[in-house]
């Protein structure tokens, strides 16, 4: 028998299943990849209005009387055009390894995932662009005089580690595909500028221009329409298909009285936190209302959060000066992923591992498992938790069936004897498992099998 070889047919029918599981572990929804493409174009768009906003701000410092500040916006810009460029090699690369990894260089890559883990992280590529990020950081915060533009920089820059242990790299780069990559480039991208913005503004003496915060009247400064001037022209010259989120209102005597800019950042998650910027410039802005259709939308800090209900496939945001509807834009509306699962257990390493599927597990490590842990593989974190889920052994031979339920995501006592009683044959499930959020219904995710040896 040890010489035995398979049929021709019999290899091919093996070769078929292996590329057909590859498939299926690999495959993206259609509408997420559509959402990347989207958010990545208006990305791109945004980054270059704040270039030619820019460029007005870094005119009026050259003209005062701070020389040295001046220059320093001036060297600051250049070490972000720098820091502009490594990030378009690294979206080349990315694109390059994902085309020469594939079957036939000619199809599209944009799903495939194993290019921007190669590059971004396991060469360490994206620990590099945290760190340029980091002096950028440091730069711009010595022209920000204001605390509150310094909190503004702080947070658009913020590298910290996310609340649930990721590093920064992992949080913004794991499990993304070519074009959740491209997009998640042009979000750090559009950051940089922002942040750049904020410093020069400030510098500048400008800061409550374009601070996106309805303030009391009495606090809002009289409109420096000198500064502005570049702006409004600039957005004047796009075509109402090419800017349908821009809004200008001026009086009699051709002042400006209102500037509305919605940033679109689609599509939004429906049940879900979905941050949107909302800019508005206005001689009275008590008097300027945003509102979400088939939803809920609320400001918060520099920014407004919008949560549609998940009862229609879009949602307007609308944005009035008292009754008069100033701008309206609609958002298209995407179911948001679900979760995937994991098993946390001990390795004979003693060191505490993940399990996912497919790997047979000793049976010291499959009575080590203690909980289950969420994952968020499309790049948006849902902040769900493990609301409850059921444990099934199924006894080789036996055909008997051992089951229990826990209330949350940590394992019971009565699991742990099941897990206990598990022998190599058995059929081990952790299923119906039941995930919650704070705006999200519960709703139940993938089960996981373990493969006791």
Same mark, same amino acid.
């Given at each position: 028998m040890s010489?035995?070889?398979?049929?021709?047919?019999?290899?091919?029918?093996?070769?078929?299943?292996?590329?057909? #599981?590859a498939m299926l572990a690999i495959n993206i929804s259609g509408d997420v990849i559509d959402g990347f493409i989207t958010a990545h174009k208006d990305m791109k768009s945004n980054v270059e209005a704040l270039?030619?906003?820019?460029?007005?701000?870094?005119?009026?410092?050259?003209?005062?009387?701070?020389?040295?500040?001046?220059?320093?916006?001036?060297?600051?810009?250049?070490?972000?055009?720098?820091? &502009?460029?490594?990030?378009?090699?690294?979206?080349?690369?990315?694109?390059?390894?994902?085309?020469?990894?594939?079957?036939n260089q000619s199809i599209d890559v944009d799903d495939d995932l194993s290019a921007v883990k190669e590059i971004m992280l396991q060469q360490q590529n994206a620990s590099a662009l945290k760190a340029d990020i980091e002096k950028f950081k440091e730069e711009c915060l010595p022209l920000a005089t204001h605390e509150a533009s310094r909190k503004i920089i702080e947070d658009l820059l913020n590298t910290d580690p996310h609340e649930n242990g990721k590093t920064w790299e992992e949080a913004h780069f794991a499990n993304l595909p070519v074009i959740g990559c491209k997009m998640m480039m042009s979000k750090i991208r559009k950051d940089l500028w922002l942040a750049l913005?904020?410093?020069?503004?400030?510098?500048?003496?400008?800061?409550? #221009?374009?601070?996106?915060?309805?303030?009391?009247?009495? &606090?809002?400064?009289?409109?420096? $329409?000198?500064?502005?001037?570049?702006?409004?022209?600039?957005?004047?010259?796009?075509?109402?298909?090419?800017?349908?989120?821009?809004?200008?209102?001026?009086?009699? &005597?051709?002042?400006?009285?209102?500037?509305?800019?919605?940033?679109?950042?689609?599509?939004?998650?429906?049940?879900?936190?979905?941050?949107?910027?909302?800019?508005?410039?206005?001689?009275?802005?008590?008097?300027?209302?945003?509102?979400?259709?088939?939803?809920?939308?609320?400001?918060?800090? $520099?920014h407004y959060v919008a949560i549609p209900n998940g009862k229609s496939q879009t949602a307007t945001l609308t944005v009035r000066n008292g009754r008069q509807v100033l701008t309206e834009h609609e958002y298209q509306v995407l179911p948001l992923p679900v979760p995937t699962p994991s098993l946390i257990y001990t390795a004979p390493n003693g060191k505490q591992r993940e399990y996912r599927s497919s790997v047979p597990l000793s049976r010291t490590e499959?009575?080590?498992?203690?909980?289950?842990?969420?994952?968020?593989?499309? *790049?948006? &974190?849902?902040?769900?938790?493990?609301?409850?889920?059921?444990?099934?052994?199924?006894? $080789?031979?036996?055909?008997?069936?051992?089951?229990?339920?826990?209330?949350?995501?940590?394992?019971?006592?009565?699991?742990?004897?099941?897990? *206990?009683?598990?022998?190599?044959?058995?059929?081990?499930?952790?299923? $119906?498992?039941?995930?919650?959020?704070?705006?999200?219904?519960?709703?139940?995710?993938?089960?996981?099998?373990?493969?006791?040896?």
């Open positions: 010489n035995y070889k398979l049929p021709p047919r019999q290899k091919m029918i093996n070769l078929l299943y292996v590329i057909l #599981i270039k030619a906003y820019n460029e007005v701000l870094e005119k009026q410092l050259a003209a005062g009387s701070d020389a040295a500040m001046a220059q320093k916006a001036v060297q600051i810009k250049k070490e972000l055009l720098a820091i &502009d460029e490594r990030i378009a090699r690294l979206e080349t690369v990315v694109q390059t390894t994902a085309q020469e990894s594939s079957f913005n904020e410093a020069m503004r400030c510098a500048a003496g400008q800061v409550k #221009i374009n601070d996106s915060i309805l303030r009391p009247q009495e &606090d809002v400064p009289e409109l420096d $329409n000198n500064l502005l001037k570049a702006l409004l022209a600039h957005l004047e010259k796009q075509s109402l298909k090419e800017q349908p989120q821009s809004k200008i209102v001026k009086d009699k &005597d051709g002042r400006v009285k209102i500037l509305v800019m919605t940033e679109n950042q689609a599509p939004l998650f429906a049940h879900y936190e979905n941050l949107l910027n909302v800019t508005l410039v206005s001689e009275d802005p008590t008097q300027l209302t945003v509102s979400l259709s088939n939803g809920s939308i609320r400001k918060e800090g $520099n499959i009575q080590s498992i203690s909980r289950i842990k969420l994952h968020m593989d499309g *790049g948006v &974190d849902t902040k769900e938790t493990v609301a409850g889920f059921d444990l099934m052994l199924i006894k $080789n031979g036996h055909k008997t069936v051992e089951m229990a339920h826990a209330d949350g995501a940590v394992l019971t006592p009565e699991m742990k004897k099941i897990l *206990g009683n598990t022998v190599k044959g058995d059929k081990l499930i952790f299923t $119906n498992i039941s995930v919650k959020g704070s705006h999200t219904p519960a709703r139940q995710t993938v089960s996981v099998n373990v493969i006791p040896m």
